[in-house]
């Protein structure tokens, strides 16, 4: 029976970090999109000269700064591992 636990624990661990990896690919595309939008709409704004994340001092920097905040509050929880979930023989 503690192979069952074992097993269990480890696919669950799995899942979890399936889903933070797959929600870190969606805010880097966000995040992204959001900075072409931004500097498409920014005047002055140049590709060659400027980075991305410089529109974040903008009016609208706001709007860029949420997907990595986001981020960073979705990887806060807590992953469970194999060896927390087994008891002790």
């Known amino acids: 029976m503690p192979t069952a636990a074992r ?10 970090s399936r889903v933070l990896l ?5 805010v880097g595309t966000l995040y992204l999109v959001v ?3 931004l500097a498409l709409a920014s005047e002055g704004f140049d590709f060659s000269a400027h980075p991305l994340s410089l529109l974040m001092l903008g009016e609208h920097g706001w709007i860029q700064a949420s997907p ?12 469970p591992t ?6 002790p023989d």
Do not use: K
């Open 35 to 37: 900075g072409l939008l």
């Open 7 to 16: 097993q269990g624990g480890a696919d669950r661990a799995t899942s979890v």
């Open 82 to 87: 194999a060896a927390a979930s087994t008891a």
């Open 22 to 26: 797959g929600l870190g690919v969606v």
């Open 68 to 79: 990595p905040a986001w981020a960073s509050r979705a990887s806060a929880a807590p992953v």
